[in-house]
């Protein structure tokens, strides 16, 4: 019921993370899951990097999970592009943070 007039993500992002423990944890648990849960990793991606857009870590963190998330078997062109197009804009917004 709490998605009928669903908060703006990037709130629901930002309380996650400070529930999750920060980013460090975040980072912990969606890279445990790489391979095995890819979808529950890639949640946990987006409320890093949603919740903490200038936090390299929150990044690349999301731009690993992405590019996994493209490499999953059977995965739909369409679906995998907007992965990619994703992975490409927080490439573009953490090299531009780190001064690239």
Do not use: C, T
Request: glycine share 6%.
């Amino acid at each position: 019921p709490s998605h009928f007039a669903a908060m703006r993500f990037e709130d629901e992002a930002r309380e996650a993370l400070r529930l999750a423990g920060g980013v460090d944890a975040l980072d912990k648990r969606a890279r445990e899951l790489i391979g095995k849960d890819n979808m529950l990793a890639a949640r946990l991606a987006d409320w890093a990097s949603y919740g903490a857009p200038d936090d390299p870590k929150a990044l690349q963190l999301a731009i690993d999970v992405y590019l996994a998330r493209i490499a999953e078997p059977g995965m739909p062109l369409q679906e995998s592009q907007v992965y990619f197009v994703h992975a490409s804009v927080l490439r573009a917004r953490l090299a531009r943070l780190q001064g690239k």
